[in-house]
């Protein structure tokens, strides 16, 4: 059973960090891209960051550019969300996912894979 499980959230001071982690198992997603979406109360999910299957390709939101940066471990089948100088409209679920091919992609339907979601919450 393929299942993508998200967890470093929780409730930080405006100008703070978080570091989201997103583990794969039950299948190796070393050849596909991987993905981080936000989802805030209210509004529809939205593209944060996303790092193609060898790593070399990055792109970001241009609301995170610069202060997050998205990295994965393919040996242990892990992307990583880095977040510094948080801001509370960052407050949002986010979520990991699985792309279906190895380019990097923004587009919420080109992943196959998502996981529960782990909650960040800013406060001013």
């Known amino acids: 059973q393929v299942q993508l499980v998200e967890s470093g959230g929780g409730l930080v001071q405006a100008g703070g960090s978080l570091r989201l982690s997103c583990a794969a198992s039950?299948?190796?997603?070393?050849?596909?891209?991987m993905g981080w979406f936000r989802q805030a109360p209210g509004k529809e999910r939205e593209f944060v960051a996303a790092?193609?299957?060898?790593?070399?390709?990055?792109v970001y939101a241009d609301s995170v550019k610069g202060r997050f940066t998205i990295s994965r471990d393919k040996v242990k089948n892990t992307v990583f969300l880095q977040m510094n100088k948080l801001k509370p409209e960052d407050t949002a679920v986010y979520y990991c996912?699985?792309?279906?091919?190895?380019?990097?992609?923004?587009?919420?339907?080109?992943?196959?894979?998502w996981g529960q979601g782990t909650q960040v919450t800013v406060s001013s």
């Open positions: 996912a699985a792309g279906r091919a190895a380019t990097v992609t923004s587009t919420s339907g080109a992943y196959a894979y």
């Open positions: 790092i193609s299957a060898n790593g070399f390709r990055i």
């Open positions: 039950g299948r190796t997603f070393s050849t596909v891209s």
